[in-house]
């Protein structure tokens, strides 16, 4: 019985490690295929418009005049902002959780921030339009708008020509809403591994929980934080239908964050379905600018993570 065991053994190893090889290669394929297929469908644009379609900011499907410079801006823009407002939150809802939570509330709190990266985006874009709009122009853009006008920055930044609610700015921070639950829920989990030995420590020669957040916590899990974030902005950059309700969806660059503007995957999901000819090749342009731009935004990911680790 044990030589037939032993004989059958490498048989199963064979398989085992092609079935994890084939899994490997199925991924790497199917990745290929997407590439391939969004560079042969938008060629045609970058033939036509050159390295012009990417700096041009014209988009008129009459005159088949394309350019990706104002979604670009836009996803850039609205992705920031989402980091911005969403990273500090994410880490001190961590650290409440980790350190000063009372227990009897820890997991209440834990499941609803779960629960709201269950929430789908079209639910979030809906609440962003029928809720959140209304009532961010009512009691921000209008109050805002008439403190800042005719100041020389923030009367441009902060000024809403026609405020809606709509805009860049909701756009963001519905973005920073929706990857608060990614990176919150990683951070908390990063500290809750680090050794209690450390923190007991720096408790038992008089560091403040300030402090000890700082000097102790951090400094540990700083790698991993920089790829929840990274995570953050992935979801960030890629987000389409909840971006698509409240950006406003203008083909127009503006400097005031209140105005309504576009993102890339937000004119995919507007214009994709009726487009034929040289739109539907600058739409497949489009997807092969996005990404680019998140495969740049996670080679300097990577670049930053290996930094952290060599200090």
Known sequence: MQSVRRSSQPVFDRVFRWASYGSALLVLIVLAGIIGSMIYGGMPAFREFGFGFVTSS?????????????????????????LVIGVPLSIGIAIFLTQLCPPWLKRPVATTIELLAAVPSIIYGMWGLFVFAPLFAKFVQIPVSSIVEGLPFFGTILYARVPSGVGVLTAGIILAIMIIPFIASITRDILDQIPTMLRESAYGIGCTTWEVVRHVLLPQAGVSIIGAIMLGLGRALGETMAVTFVIGNANRLSLSLFDPGSTIASRIANEFNEAAGLQLNALLALGCILFLVTFTVLVLARLLIAQVKAR
Request: no cysteine; aromatic share 12%.
């Open 58 to 82: 014209a988009w008129d499907v009459g005159r088949d005049q394309y350019g990706a410079w104002v979604a670009i801006v836009g996803t850039l823009t609205s992705a920031l902002i989402a």
